[in-house]
Protein backbone atom coordinates (compact mmCIF):
# COMPACT_ATOMS: atom_id res chain seq x y z
CA UNK A 1 0.00 0.00 0.00
CA UNK A 2 2.59 2.25 0.76
CA UNK A 3 4.22 2.00 -2.81
CA UNK A 4 1.06 2.40 -3.88
CA UNK A 5 0.35 5.90 -2.30
CA UNK A 6 4.18 6.77 -3.53
CA UNK A 7 3.15 6.35 -6.85
CA UNK A 8 0.22 8.43 -6.55
CA UNK A 9 1.83 11.17 -5.06
CA UNK A 10 4.09 11.68 -7.23
CA UNK A 11 1.94 11.02 -10.48
CA UNK A 12 -0.70 13.55 -8.87
CA UNK A 13 -3.20 12.06 -11.50
CA UNK A 14 -6.67 14.05 -11.96
CA UNK A 15 -9.33 12.77 -9.09
CA UNK A 16 -11.44 11.30 -11.94
CA UNK A 17 -8.31 9.39 -12.68
CA UNK A 18 -7.53 7.74 -8.90
CA UNK A 19 -9.30 4.72 -9.02
CA UNK A 20 -8.16 3.82 -12.63
CA UNK A 21 -4.44 4.47 -11.64
CA UNK A 22 -4.93 3.01 -8.35
CA UNK A 23 -6.39 -0.44 -10.43
CA UNK A 24 -3.36 -0.03 -13.38
CA UNK A 25 -0.83 -0.37 -10.50
CA UNK A 26 -2.40 -3.46 -8.65
CA UNK A 27 -3.23 -4.98 -11.74
CA UNK A 28 0.36 -5.03 -12.73
CA UNK A 29 1.71 -5.86 -8.87
CA UNK A 30 -0.45 -8.83 -8.64
CA UNK A 31 1.32 -9.44 -12.53
CA UNK A 32 5.12 -9.52 -10.57
CA UNK A 33 5.74 -5.43 -11.85
CA UNK A 34 6.30 -2.61 -10.01
CA UNK A 35 5.13 0.84 -11.71
CA UNK A 36 7.78 3.43 -11.72
CA UNK A 37 6.23 7.03 -11.10
CA UNK A 38 6.41 8.53 -15.09
CA UNK A 39 8.24 11.18 -12.88
CA UNK A 40 11.30 11.00 -11.11
CA UNK A 41 10.73 14.24 -8.44
CA UNK A 42 6.77 14.81 -6.93
CA UNK A 43 5.69 17.70 -8.91
CA UNK A 44 4.91 19.52 -5.95
CA UNK A 45 6.62 20.91 -2.57
CA UNK A 46 5.54 18.23 0.66
CA UNK A 47 2.81 20.24 1.71
CA UNK A 48 1.46 20.08 -1.55
CA UNK A 49 1.90 16.15 -1.52
CA UNK A 50 -0.11 16.58 2.11
CA UNK A 51 -3.32 18.58 0.68
CA UNK A 52 -3.75 15.91 -2.62
CA UNK A 53 -3.32 13.14 -0.27
CA UNK A 54 -5.99 14.71 1.94
CA UNK A 55 -8.39 16.35 -1.15
CA UNK A 56 -7.88 13.35 -3.22
CA UNK A 57 -6.56 9.92 -2.35
CA UNK A 58 -7.23 9.89 1.54
CA UNK A 59 -10.75 8.70 0.85
CA UNK A 60 -9.77 5.87 -1.13
CA UNK A 61 -6.86 4.45 0.62
CA UNK A 62 -9.16 4.76 4.09
CA UNK A 63 -12.09 2.78 2.39
CA UNK A 64 -9.64 0.39 1.05
CA UNK A 65 -7.46 0.12 3.93
CA UNK A 66 -10.59 -0.54 6.13
CA UNK A 67 -11.84 -3.34 3.47
CA UNK A 68 -8.57 -5.45 3.77
CA UNK A 69 -8.59 -4.52 7.78
CA UNK A 70 -12.17 -5.52 8.13
CA UNK A 71 -11.88 -8.51 5.79
CA UNK A 72 -7.76 -9.96 5.97
CA UNK A 73 -7.97 -11.59 2.30
CA UNK A 74 -4.96 -14.09 1.67
CA UNK A 75 -4.36 -12.24 -1.19
CA UNK A 76 -4.45 -8.26 -0.62
CA UNK A 77 -3.80 -7.63 -4.38
CA UNK A 78 -6.20 -9.42 -5.90
CA UNK A 79 -8.79 -8.39 -3.57
CA UNK A 80 -7.41 -4.61 -4.03
CA UNK A 81 -8.51 -5.09 -7.79
CA UNK A 82 -11.46 -6.60 -6.99
CA UNK A 83 -12.57 -3.80 -4.82
CA UNK A 84 -11.01 -1.05 -7.37
CA UNK A 85 -12.84 -2.96 -9.84
CA UNK A 86 -15.99 -2.78 -8.15
CA UNK A 87 -15.91 1.06 -7.33
CA UNK A 88 -15.39 1.74 -11.16
CA UNK A 89 -17.90 -0.38 -12.16
CA UNK A 90 -20.28 0.76 -9.89
CA UNK A 91 -19.14 4.76 -10.74
CA UNK A 92 -18.66 4.62 -6.77
CA UNK A 93 -16.47 7.76 -6.77
CA UNK A 94 -18.09 9.28 -4.08
CA UNK A 95 -15.70 9.34 -1.95
CA UNK A 96 -13.21 11.43 -3.83
CA UNK A 97 -15.92 14.19 -4.17
CA UNK A 98 -15.66 14.58 -0.11
CA UNK A 99 -14.03 17.89 0.96
CA UNK A 100 -11.19 16.76 3.53
CA UNK A 101 -9.36 19.62 5.71
CA UNK A 102 -5.64 19.37 5.94
CA UNK A 103 -5.58 18.37 8.87
CA UNK A 104 -8.10 15.78 8.97
CA UNK A 105 -5.61 13.60 6.78
CA UNK A 106 -5.66 9.86 9.42
CA UNK A 107 -2.00 8.44 9.65
CA UNK A 108 -3.62 5.61 11.00
CA UNK A 109 -6.68 4.55 9.22
CA UNK A 110 -9.90 3.69 11.36
CA UNK A 111 -12.51 1.61 10.47
CA UNK A 112 -15.37 3.26 10.08
CA UNK A 113 -17.28 3.74 7.40
CA UNK A 114 -18.68 2.70 10.75
CA UNK A 115 -18.36 4.91 13.40
CA UNK A 116 -21.53 7.03 11.93
CA UNK A 117 -24.54 8.06 13.44
CA UNK A 118 -27.04 5.52 12.53
CA UNK A 119 -25.12 2.84 12.80
CA UNK A 120 -26.41 0.29 15.18
CA UNK A 121 -25.79 -0.04 19.14
CA UNK A 122 -24.24 -3.13 20.25
CA UNK A 123 -26.82 -5.48 21.02
CA UNK A 124 -27.12 -7.24 24.71
CA UNK A 125 -27.06 -10.67 25.45
CA UNK A 126 -24.30 -12.80 24.06
CA UNK A 127 -21.39 -12.00 23.41
CA UNK A 128 -20.59 -10.23 19.70
CA UNK A 129 -17.98 -12.49 18.12
CA UNK A 130 -15.22 -9.84 16.87
CA UNK A 131 -16.08 -10.83 12.93
CA UNK A 132 -19.22 -11.48 11.42
CA UNK A 133 -20.10 -11.63 7.54
CA UNK A 134 -23.43 -10.30 6.61
CA UNK A 135 -24.76 -11.48 3.07
CA UNK A 136 -27.15 -8.48 1.92
CA UNK A 137 -29.57 -10.29 -0.70
CA UNK A 138 -33.01 -9.35 -2.71
CA UNK A 139 -33.71 -8.55 -5.98
CA UNK A 140 -32.59 -5.32 -8.00
CA UNK A 141 -34.18 -2.23 -6.99
CA UNK A 142 -35.45 -3.49 -3.38
CA UNK A 143 -33.36 -1.14 -1.51
CA UNK A 144 -29.82 -3.29 -0.65
CA UNK A 145 -27.60 -0.03 -0.77
CA UNK A 146 -29.66 2.36 0.45
CA UNK A 147 -30.23 -0.11 3.78
CA UNK A 148 -26.59 -0.01 3.95
CA UNK A 149 -25.89 3.68 2.95
CA UNK A 150 -28.46 4.44 5.50
CA UNK A 151 -27.04 2.41 8.27
CA UNK A 152 -23.55 4.32 7.43
CA UNK A 153 -25.37 7.17 8.27
CA UNK A 154 -26.53 9.10 4.73
CA UNK A 155 -29.76 10.98 5.21
CA UNK A 156 -30.50 10.72 1.42
CA UNK A 157 -29.08 7.69 -0.33
CA UNK A 158 -29.15 7.74 -4.08
CA UNK A 159 -27.20 4.54 -5.03
CA UNK A 160 -26.75 3.26 -8.69
CA UNK A 161 -27.39 -0.26 -9.63
CA UNK A 162 -24.59 -2.76 -7.64
CA UNK A 163 -22.48 -4.52 -10.44
CA UNK A 164 -21.03 -7.51 -8.56
CA UNK A 165 -20.24 -6.95 -5.04
CA UNK A 166 -18.85 -3.87 -2.10
CA UNK A 167 -18.07 -5.08 1.28
CA UNK A 168 -19.21 -2.26 3.85
CA UNK A 169 -17.43 -2.78 7.07
CA UNK A 170 -19.38 -1.42 10.63
CA UNK A 171 -17.64 -1.56 13.74
CA UNK A 172 -20.12 -2.27 16.48
CA UNK A 173 -18.69 -2.21 19.73
CA UNK A 174 -15.59 -4.83 19.40
CA UNK A 175 -16.89 -6.67 16.76
CA UNK A 176 -16.37 -6.34 12.87
CA UNK A 177 -19.76 -6.44 10.81
CA UNK A 178 -18.88 -6.48 7.28
CA UNK A 179 -22.25 -6.43 5.21
CA UNK A 180 -21.81 -7.73 1.43
CA UNK A 181 -24.26 -5.36 -0.81
CA UNK A 182 -24.76 -7.70 -3.74
CA UNK A 183 -26.05 -6.82 -7.21
CA UNK A 184 -29.60 -8.29 -7.32
CA UNK A 185 -29.87 -7.87 -11.07
CA UNK A 186 -30.98 -10.86 -13.17
CA UNK A 187 -27.12 -12.07 -14.42
CA UNK A 188 -25.38 -10.37 -11.68
CA UNK A 189 -27.21 -13.00 -9.05
CA UNK A 190 -25.36 -15.67 -10.60
CA UNK A 191 -22.24 -14.51 -8.17
CA UNK A 192 -24.26 -14.89 -5.01
CA UNK A 193 -23.52 -18.41 -4.30
CA UNK A 194 -19.61 -17.62 -4.50
CA UNK A 195 -20.09 -15.81 -1.07
CA UNK A 196 -22.64 -18.51 0.96
CA UNK A 197 -20.09 -20.08 2.81
CA UNK A 198 -18.11 -17.21 4.18
CA UNK A 199 -21.69 -16.10 5.44
CA UNK A 200 -22.61 -15.54 9.17
CA UNK A 201 -26.14 -14.37 9.08
CA UNK A 202 -28.57 -13.39 6.24
CA UNK A 203 -30.44 -10.00 5.41
CA UNK A 204 -32.87 -10.64 2.27
CA UNK A 205 -34.33 -7.47 1.42
CA UNK A 206 -37.83 -8.07 -0.50
CA UNK A 207 -39.66 -4.68 -2.21
CA UNK A 208 -42.86 -5.10 -0.99
CA UNK A 209 -44.75 -2.95 -2.53
CA UNK A 210 -43.08 -4.21 -6.68
CA UNK A 211 -45.54 -5.41 -9.08
CA UNK A 212 -46.83 -8.90 -8.84
CA UNK A 213 -44.04 -10.54 -11.55
CA UNK A 214 -41.16 -8.80 -9.70
CA UNK A 215 -42.81 -9.52 -6.24
CA UNK A 216 -43.37 -13.40 -7.13
CA UNK A 217 -40.20 -13.56 -8.58
CA UNK A 218 -38.19 -11.99 -5.39
CA UNK A 219 -40.39 -14.52 -2.99
CA UNK A 220 -38.91 -17.29 -5.20
CA UNK A 221 -35.13 -15.97 -5.29
CA UNK A 222 -35.88 -15.49 -1.59
CA UNK A 223 -36.73 -19.54 -0.88
CA UNK A 224 -33.85 -20.83 -3.40
CA UNK A 225 -31.26 -18.92 -1.89
CA UNK A 226 -32.18 -19.61 1.98
CA UNK A 227 -32.71 -23.19 1.31
CA UNK A 228 -29.32 -23.43 -0.53
CA UNK A 229 -26.80 -26.00 1.02
CA UNK A 230 -24.28 -23.42 2.55
CA UNK A 231 -27.22 -21.30 3.81
CA UNK A 232 -29.63 -23.26 5.02
CA UNK A 233 -30.60 -22.35 8.87
CA UNK A 234 -28.67 -19.92 9.23
CA UNK A 235 -29.50 -16.61 10.61
CA UNK A 236 -31.46 -14.97 8.19
CA UNK A 237 -33.38 -11.37 8.66
CA UNK A 238 -36.30 -11.09 5.98
CA UNK A 239 -36.97 -7.01 5.71
CA UNK A 240 -40.37 -6.54 3.91
CA UNK A 241 -38.76 -2.52 2.30
CA UNK A 242 -41.25 0.45 1.07
CA UNK A 243 -43.92 0.41 3.79
CA UNK A 244 -44.22 4.15 3.23
CA UNK A 245 -45.71 3.33 -0.64
CA UNK A 246 -49.35 2.31 -1.27
CA UNK A 247 -48.86 -0.82 -2.88
CA UNK A 248 -46.89 -2.11 0.43
CA UNK A 249 -48.09 -5.61 1.02
CA UNK A 250 -47.99 -6.94 4.62
CA UNK A 251 -46.36 -9.55 6.22
CA UNK A 252 -49.53 -11.55 6.52
CA UNK A 253 -49.61 -11.12 2.46
CA UNK A 254 -46.00 -12.15 2.05
CA UNK A 255 -46.55 -15.32 4.37
CA UNK A 256 -49.28 -16.18 2.05
CA UNK A 257 -46.64 -16.17 -0.95
CA UNK A 258 -43.93 -17.89 1.38
CA UNK A 259 -43.42 -20.60 3.73
CA UNK A 260 -41.43 -18.66 6.18
CA UNK A 261 -38.82 -21.31 7.68
CA UNK A 262 -38.14 -20.75 11.80
CA UNK A 263 -34.41 -19.52 11.25
CA UNK A 264 -35.85 -16.70 9.64
CA UNK A 265 -37.21 -13.22 11.19
CA UNK A 266 -39.13 -10.68 9.51
CA UNK A 267 -39.10 -6.95 9.70
CA UNK A 268 -41.10 -4.44 8.15
CA UNK A 269 -39.38 -1.41 7.73
CA UNK A 270 -38.97 1.96 5.52
CA UNK A 271 -35.38 1.73 4.71
CA UNK A 272 -35.45 5.14 2.92
CA UNK A 273 -34.21 7.69 5.72
CA UNK A 274 -36.39 10.43 3.18
CA UNK A 275 -39.61 8.14 3.24
CA UNK A 276 -40.04 7.78 7.01
CA UNK A 277 -42.36 9.90 9.55
CA UNK A 278 -39.22 12.06 10.06
CA UNK A 279 -37.94 12.59 6.18
CA UNK A 280 -33.86 12.20 7.04
CA UNK A 281 -34.09 10.25 9.77
CA UNK A 282 -33.49 6.30 9.78
CA UNK A 283 -36.88 4.22 10.44
CA UNK A 284 -36.25 3.83 14.42
CA UNK A 285 -36.89 0.29 13.92
CA UNK A 286 -33.49 -0.61 11.95
CA UNK A 287 -31.51 -1.38 14.94
CA UNK A 288 -34.10 -3.48 17.09
CA UNK A 289 -34.45 -5.45 14.05
CA UNK A 290 -30.55 -6.03 13.49
CA UNK A 291 -30.37 -6.21 17.37
CA UNK A 292 -32.47 -9.75 17.02
CA UNK A 293 -30.14 -10.85 13.78
CA UNK A 294 -26.96 -10.45 15.85
CA UNK A 295 -27.82 -12.27 18.76
CA UNK A 296 -29.08 -14.75 16.73
CA UNK A 297 -25.89 -15.08 15.75
CA UNK A 298 -23.67 -14.37 18.39
CA UNK A 299 -26.26 -17.15 20.37
CA UNK A 300 -25.02 -19.86 17.52
CA UNK A 301 -21.76 -18.42 16.85
CA UNK A 302 -19.67 -21.51 17.61
CA UNK A 303 -21.85 -23.82 15.45
CA UNK A 304 -22.06 -21.39 12.31
CA UNK A 305 -18.29 -20.69 12.54
CA UNK A 306 -17.47 -24.39 12.37
CA UNK A 307 -19.39 -24.57 9.52
CA UNK A 308 -18.27 -21.47 7.66
CA UNK A 309 -14.62 -22.88 8.10
CA UNK A 310 -15.44 -26.41 6.81
CA UNK A 311 -17.92 -24.86 3.84
CA UNK A 312 -14.99 -22.19 2.76
CA UNK A 313 -12.02 -24.94 3.18
CA UNK A 314 -13.87 -27.03 1.14
CA UNK A 315 -14.90 -24.66 -1.46
CA UNK A 316 -11.07 -23.73 -1.84
CA UNK A 317 -10.49 -27.11 -2.34
CA UNK A 318 -13.01 -27.37 -5.23
CA UNK A 319 -11.35 -24.10 -6.82
CA UNK A 320 -7.96 -25.57 -6.81
CA UNK A 321 -9.16 -28.74 -8.16
CA UNK A 322 -10.47 -26.56 -11.03
CA UNK A 323 -7.57 -24.60 -11.68
CA UNK A 324 -5.20 -27.67 -11.42
CA UNK A 325 -7.58 -29.76 -13.85
CA UNK A 326 -7.70 -26.36 -16.18
CA UNK A 327 -4.01 -25.61 -16.15
CA UNK A 328 -3.44 -29.70 -16.89
CA UNK A 329 -5.66 -29.03 -20.05
CA UNK A 330 -3.27 -26.35 -21.08
CA UNK A 331 0.04 -28.77 -20.66
CA UNK A 332 -1.78 -31.24 -22.24
CA UNK A 333 -2.64 -29.02 -25.72
CA UNK A 334 0.88 -27.46 -25.74
CA UNK A 335 2.48 -30.98 -25.34
CA UNK A 336 0.37 -32.02 -28.25
CA UNK A 337 1.71 -29.03 -30.11
CA UNK A 338 5.23 -29.99 -29.61
CA UNK A 339 4.81 -33.41 -30.42
CA UNK A 340 2.27 -33.13 -33.12
CA UNK A 341 -0.16 -35.85 -31.38
CA UNK A 342 -4.13 -36.07 -31.70
CA UNK A 343 -4.03 -33.83 -34.98
CA UNK A 344 -2.71 -31.14 -33.52
CA UNK A 345 0.04 -29.14 -35.95
CA UNK A 346 3.82 -28.20 -34.09
CA UNK A 347 3.17 -24.87 -33.36
CA UNK A 348 5.51 -22.45 -31.21
CA UNK A 349 8.39 -24.55 -30.88
CA UNK A 350 11.79 -23.46 -30.89
CA UNK A 351 14.88 -24.67 -31.64
CA UNK A 352 17.08 -26.76 -28.75
CA UNK A 353 19.52 -23.74 -28.56
CA UNK A 354 16.78 -20.92 -27.98
CA UNK A 355 14.53 -23.13 -26.21
CA UNK A 356 16.97 -23.56 -23.25
CA UNK A 357 17.94 -19.68 -23.57
CA UNK A 358 14.27 -19.45 -23.39
CA UNK A 359 13.47 -21.74 -20.17
CA UNK A 360 16.76 -20.34 -18.49
CA UNK A 361 15.27 -16.63 -19.11
CA UNK A 362 11.59 -17.42 -17.77
CA UNK A 363 12.85 -18.80 -14.55
CA UNK A 364 14.98 -15.63 -13.77
CA UNK A 365 18.79 -17.07 -15.70
CA UNK A 366 20.21 -14.35 -17.68
CA UNK A 367 22.02 -17.13 -19.72
CA UNK A 368 20.93 -20.33 -20.64
CA UNK A 369 24.32 -22.23 -19.39
CA UNK A 370 22.85 -21.03 -16.04
CA UNK A 371 20.09 -23.55 -16.20
CA UNK A 372 21.17 -27.02 -15.03
CA UNK A 373 20.85 -30.36 -15.99
CA UNK A 374 17.54 -30.76 -14.39
CA UNK A 375 16.36 -28.08 -16.19
CA UNK A 376 17.24 -28.62 -19.88
CA UNK A 377 15.73 -32.36 -19.06
CA UNK A 378 12.58 -30.73 -18.68
CA UNK A 379 13.16 -28.32 -21.65
CA UNK A 380 13.82 -31.67 -23.79
CA UNK A 381 10.65 -32.89 -22.21
CA UNK A 382 8.58 -30.08 -23.53
CA UNK A 383 9.82 -29.91 -26.63
CA UNK A 384 10.86 -26.45 -26.26
CA UNK A 385 7.29 -25.97 -27.12
CA UNK A 386 7.03 -22.05 -25.37
CA UNK A 387 3.91 -22.30 -23.24
CA UNK A 388 4.96 -25.77 -21.63
CA UNK A 389 8.02 -24.27 -20.43
CA UNK A 390 6.33 -21.24 -19.67
CA UNK A 391 4.09 -23.38 -17.27
CA UNK A 392 6.70 -25.30 -15.97
CA UNK A 393 8.80 -22.32 -15.38
CA UNK A 394 5.80 -20.67 -13.31
CA UNK A 395 5.74 -24.08 -11.28
CA UNK A 396 9.41 -23.71 -10.66
CA UNK A 397 9.60 -19.92 -10.23
CA UNK A 398 6.75 -18.87 -9.29
CA UNK A 399 5.52 -14.93 -9.25
CA UNK A 400 3.47 -15.41 -6.56
CA UNK A 401 5.47 -15.63 -3.51
CA UNK A 402 2.86 -17.74 -1.89
CA UNK A 403 2.65 -20.33 -4.52
CA UNK A 404 4.84 -23.22 -3.82
CA UNK A 405 8.17 -23.06 -5.74
CA UNK A 406 8.52 -26.61 -7.30
CA UNK A 407 11.65 -28.77 -7.70
CA UNK A 408 12.86 -29.75 -11.23
CA UNK A 409 12.42 -33.76 -10.41
CA UNK A 410 8.65 -32.86 -9.29
CA UNK A 411 7.79 -31.16 -12.97
CA UNK A 412 9.27 -33.56 -14.35
CA UNK A 413 6.95 -35.83 -13.30
CA UNK A 414 4.37 -33.82 -14.01
CA UNK A 415 5.53 -33.23 -17.95
CA UNK A 416 6.23 -36.53 -18.05
CA UNK A 417 2.55 -37.75 -16.60
CA UNK A 418 0.57 -34.99 -19.43
CA UNK A 419 3.04 -36.46 -22.34
CA UNK A 420 1.81 -40.19 -21.08
CA UNK A 421 -1.34 -39.01 -21.39
CA UNK A 422 -1.28 -37.10 -24.29
CA UNK A 423 0.56 -40.16 -26.40
CA UNK A 424 -2.74 -42.54 -24.96
CA UNK A 425 -5.08 -40.37 -26.96
CA UNK A 426 -6.27 -38.76 -23.74
CA UNK A 427 -7.40 -35.24 -24.57
CA UNK A 428 -10.97 -33.55 -24.06
CA UNK A 429 -12.65 -30.90 -25.59
CA UNK A 430 -12.25 -28.29 -23.30
CA UNK A 431 -8.58 -28.15 -23.95
CA UNK A 432 -9.30 -26.67 -27.40
CA UNK A 433 -11.39 -23.66 -25.57
CA UNK A 434 -8.69 -23.01 -22.76
CA UNK A 435 -5.54 -21.72 -24.60
CA UNK A 436 -7.87 -19.61 -26.69
CA UNK A 437 -9.58 -18.39 -22.93
CA UNK A 438 -5.91 -17.93 -21.61
CA UNK A 439 -4.77 -14.66 -23.46
CA UNK A 440 -4.42 -16.03 -27.35
CA UNK A 441 -0.97 -17.94 -26.33
CA UNK A 442 2.02 -16.70 -24.68
CA UNK A 443 1.11 -14.67 -20.91
CA UNK A 444 -2.17 -15.33 -21.70
CA UNK A 445 -3.96 -14.10 -18.27
CA UNK A 446 -6.60 -17.25 -17.92
CA UNK A 447 -3.68 -19.54 -16.64
CA UNK A 448 -3.14 -20.28 -12.72
CA UNK A 449 0.41 -20.88 -12.68
CA UNK A 450 0.71 -21.98 -9.36
CA UNK A 451 -2.73 -24.36 -9.04
CA UNK A 452 -0.45 -27.56 -9.17
N1 LIG B 1 -40.45 4.52 -1.49
C1 LIG B 1 -39.34 3.94 -1.06
N2 LIG B 1 -38.34 3.77 -1.92
C2 LIG B 1 -37.23 3.17 -1.47
C3 LIG B 1 -37.08 2.73 -0.14
N3 LIG B 1 -35.88 2.16 0.00
C4 LIG B 1 -35.28 2.26 -1.18
N4 LIG B 1 -36.09 2.87 -2.08
C5 LIG B 1 -35.81 3.16 -3.49
O1 LIG B 1 -35.68 1.91 -4.15
C6 LIG B 1 -34.57 1.94 -5.03
C7 LIG B 1 -33.61 0.94 -4.48
O2 LIG B 1 -32.32 1.19 -4.93
P1 LIG B 1 -31.05 0.45 -4.38
O3 LIG B 1 -30.87 0.63 -2.95
O4 LIG B 1 -29.96 0.87 -5.28
O5 LIG B 1 -31.48 -1.06 -4.67
P2 LIG B 1 -30.53 -2.33 -4.67
O6 LIG B 1 -31.32 -3.40 -4.01
O7 LIG B 1 -29.21 -1.99 -4.09
O8 LIG B 1 -30.42 -2.63 -6.23
P3 LIG B 1 -29.21 -3.35 -7.03
O9 LIG B 1 -27.97 -2.72 -6.60
O10 LIG B 1 -29.54 -3.10 -8.47
O11 LIG B 1 -29.30 -4.79 -6.71
C8 LIG B 1 -34.07 3.37 -5.02
O12 LIG B 1 -34.71 4.11 -6.02
C9 LIG B 1 -34.49 3.88 -3.65
O13 LIG B 1 -34.67 5.27 -3.60
C10 LIG B 1 -38.17 2.93 0.75
O14 LIG B 1 -38.15 2.59 1.92
N5 LIG B 1 -39.26 3.54 0.22
MG1 LIG C 1 -27.30 -1.96 -4.85
Avoid at 81 to 92: A, H, P, R, V, Y
Avoid at 350 to 361: H, I, K
Amino acid sequence: MSGAITYMLIEQVGKGEIIETLLNYFTQLAAGITLTPTSKTPKKTRAMDRLYMAKAMSPVFTKLMNMVLALRPESVEQYLIGCLNDMKLSGDYDVVEETVEVQAVPTVPEVTETSTPAAPPVPEGPPMPPKMTILTLGLSLSGKTTFLKTLQGDPNPAPKPTVGFIPHALQLGSSIVTFYDLGGGDTIRDIWENYYAETHGIIYILDAASDDMTFKTACDVFLTSINSPALKGKPCLLILNKKDLSAYRDLEEVKDEIDIPPNVKCAELILHPQKTAKPGDADPNIDANLDNLFKDIAGDFESIKNRVDADMAEQKKKEDDEKKAKDKRVMKKSLNKAYELNGFEKTDVFSQEDGYEFLAQEVGFMKAEELDEEGREVADLCGYQKIAMMLVAQLRAPVSSKKKKHEWAEIKEYVLECKGECEKGEVDEEAFKDVEEGGGGIGGGGFDWGAC
